[in-house]
């Protein structure tokens, strides 16, 4: 027993010696690992006599509780001086300046959502928000798709296995038109509102992803018509793309929630190879791309959310603002939106004192100042 008491005398100064973390690993691995020495003795207790084994029990365990001892009080002073090396060493030096260039970026989505809010703010429309977790009360029922309707189907839509309080079925919307309803319930009429927000689809490629933004127009009044959505969407787009050439022209199309309901197409002419907006689409080198949605509101939705149609009137539409983005700012993937590249934000990212307004106009060179 001498030998034991020897042994971990040895161990003991061995492990107060030990130079780093390493060092003190492989002793401990040398005494107290599955293999080591300590272990090995403590596996021969078994096969003692029990008056044996209450004798040197004890023994071994003290030499264990030494050993152990010894290494964490060693790691501690190692992790210590380690600590107070570094402190010594490393410094901040806060009295150097600022970076020349700030690091973050604008991304294009808000900031295009923010030249919309400005150009239909000084419009007279208020901007609202809605939940995307929603039921499909507001995004289906009331904007007059019932249960069965065909039009539930096109829209692709991501359900929870959950219904809400009232049994509605809870779903992520697939577009901002819930957003009417909810505006026109809580506030009545009338209403001239905008909605920018996510909305979700299942679907995913170069030109769709399962979550892209969309900004939604509603105006609710007395005698409102055709001529009245066709001059908003006007004005708005001529503001938007800071051109006084841009020419829409209006399709036939149908959405359950607008009657009659318009697709809205807008004139491009090709220049050097690439699409530019403006122009009729007619002449020749022109031609027509599909950008919104919209329509006179369905006399059913102005029902559905507690107004009687035949007081009041209005017309709604809905735009994608990622595709604003594309054509506005000359992106072509839009899944690089998403992608959180650096280089991605750094290139099409806008500087936050880049504030759209319409006297400084509304547009802002992209990267360059950011
Ligand atoms: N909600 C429609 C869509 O997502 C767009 C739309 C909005 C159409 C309002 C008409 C009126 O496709």
Known sequence: MDDLQN??????????????????????????????WVSQLLKTLGKMTPDERQEKAPKIQSARVAIADAIEARKAAIEAEELERRLATETLDLTLPAPQTPKGSVHPVSQVMDELSEIFADLGFAVKTGPEVEDDWHNFTALNMPESHPARAMHDTFYFPDHDGEGRRMLLRTHTSPVQIRTMVAEGAPVRIIAPGRVYRSDSDATHTPMFHQIEGLVIDRDI????????????????????????????????????SVEVDVGFEVVDGKRVLGGSGDAPGHGWMELLGSG???????????????????????????????????????????????????????????????????????????
């Open 7 to 36: 042994r971990t005398q040895e161990a003991v100064a061995a492990v107060s010696n030990a130079a780093s973390l390493d060092a003190l690993d492989a002793l401990r691995v040398e005494a107290l690992g599955k293999q080591g």
């Open 225 to 260: 018509h055709l001529g009245h959505l066709k001059w908003t969407l006007e004005t708005f787009l001529k503001a938007f793309f800071e051109r006084e050439d841009i020419v829409l022209r209006l399709r036939p199309s149908y959405f359950p929630f607008t009657e009659p």
């Open 296 to 370: 006179v509101v369905n006399r059913r939705v102005i029902e559905f959310a507690g107004l009687d149609p035949d007081e009041w009137q209005g017309f709604a539409f809905g735009v994608g603002v990622d595709r604003l983005a594309m054509l506005k700012y000359g992106m072509d993937d839009l899944r690089a939106f998403f992608d959180g590249d650096r280089r991605w934000l750094q290139h099409y990212g806008f500087s936050p004192f880049d504030q759209p307004t319409l006297s400084a106009g509304v547009g802002a060179p992209i990267g360059g100042r950011a």
